[in-house]
């Protein structure tokens, strides 16, 4: 079975642009969750779609959106980047809802450097 | 609010040796725990869990303890391979809740 992949896997923008990831889960996973790792910060939450829904979300700004397509992929979208946005964002998917006693899948992750 | 915290940024053990990596959460409603291991340039990968009715958990060389009084886990390498150089996570969840929360990480390096 593929595993989840992510594109684009490395991305540079510029202060106010706005940017979209995209995610392609397991096949058969019917959740997706978004991370941000930053240094010192391990990966915080961003939320999650299950079902085209989005069933959780961390404590981020509204500049963080995302969705979920038919066939499970989700992408992230963020706007009006700041500097602090530079990190490696990952997502992970599971065949159910995350944290259910279940274990979620990574995919590599994209790195966003915000200049 | 960090619930679940790795207060070791790193740790380096030699090749053969034992490494021991901890982590504590706050949340006593948590009652599953994973640790996951990544690589630079790399997602992280799953590597054991545990559920709050063990208090230990075997796969290998790899062995996870948890201790629900104390709020603690910890995760067992024995022997140590330079291969295991890596950053650890650890996460925990509410098996009913619909959210892991990840530590910051350890970086382990085995020295050869």
């Known amino acids: 079975k593929a595993g989840v992949t992510q594109t684009p896997r490395y991305l540079i923008k510029t202060r106010g642009q706005q940017v979209t990831l995209s995610c392609s889960p397991i096949s058969g996973h019917r959740s997706v969750s978004w991370y941000q790792q930053t240094p010192g910060q391990g990966l915080q939450f961003l939320f999650e779609?299950?079902?085209?829904?989005?069933?959780n979300k961390g404590n981020f700004p509204g500049r963080f959106s995302g969705r979920q397509f038919s066939n499970s992929r989700s992408e992230m979208n963020v706007s009006t980047l700041e500097l602090g946005d530079s990190a490696l964002y990952l997502c992970?998917?599971?065949?159910?809802?995350?944290?259910?006693?279940?274990?979620?899948?990574f995919g590599p992750g994209t790195r966003l450097t915000v200049l | 609010d960090q619930q679940v915290k790795q207060n070791s940024p790193s740790l380096s053990v030699q090749e053969g040796r034992i490494s021991i990596l901890n982590c504590d959460y706050t949340n006593s409603m948590f009652d599953y725990f994973l640790w996951y291991k990544k690589y630079p340039a790399e997602g992280p990968t799953f590597l054991i869990s545990i559920s709050s009715i063990k208090d230990k958990n075997e796969d290998g060389r790899f062995t996870v303890f948890l201790n629900k009084s104390a709020k603690h886990l910890s995760l067992h390498i024995v022997p140590s391979q330079p291969g295991d150089s890596a950053v650890y996570f650890c996460?925990?969840?509410?098996?009913?809740?619909?959210?892991?929360?990840f530590g910051t990480g350890t970086s382990l390096t085995v020295i050869p």
């Open positions: 779609y299950f079902s085209e829904t989005q069933r």
């Open positions: 992970a998917s599971s065949p159910v809802l995350a944290g259910g006693g279940d274990t979620q899948y």
């Open positions: 996460a925990a969840s509410k098996i009913t809740g619909n959210q892991f929360y």
